[in-house]
């Protein structure tokens, strides 16, 4: 997805990791998925970034969805989820 800057937004879901090209071709990583959870689709809505994360327990395919959303300052929310993780 790409902001009001110009700047796009990918997931790599593989390395649980969100990155950002700026206008200029740099490359920065602005969100990491913590424990069993991986980035799979970006929107840019006013000056927020919303990522939507595939929960994997441990040895087993997907089991729950979130959104997290990460404002123009950096901040990260998760505003909501959808089934659990079993052990």
């Known amino acids: 997805t790409i902001d009001d800057h110009g700047n796009l937004y ?3 879901s593989g390395n649980s990791r969100v990155f950002m090209i700026d206008a ?3 490359k920065s990583e602005i969100y990491f998925s913590k424990g069993p959870w991986y ?3 970006l929107v840019w809505h006013d000056k927020n ?7 994997h327990a441990k040895n ?3 089991e ?5 959303q990460i404002d123009d300052k950096g901040s990260i929310k998760v505003l909501a ?3 659990n993780l079993s052990e």
């Open 10 to 12: 990918y997931a790599y």
């Open 24 to 26: 200029n071709g740099n």
């Open 39 to 41: 980035p799979y689709g």
């Open 49 to 55: 970034l919303y990522v939507l994360e595939e929960g």
């Open 60 to 62: 087993k395919g997907p």
């Open 64 to 68: 729950a969805l979130r959104i997290t």
């Open 81 to 83: 989820q959808i089934g």
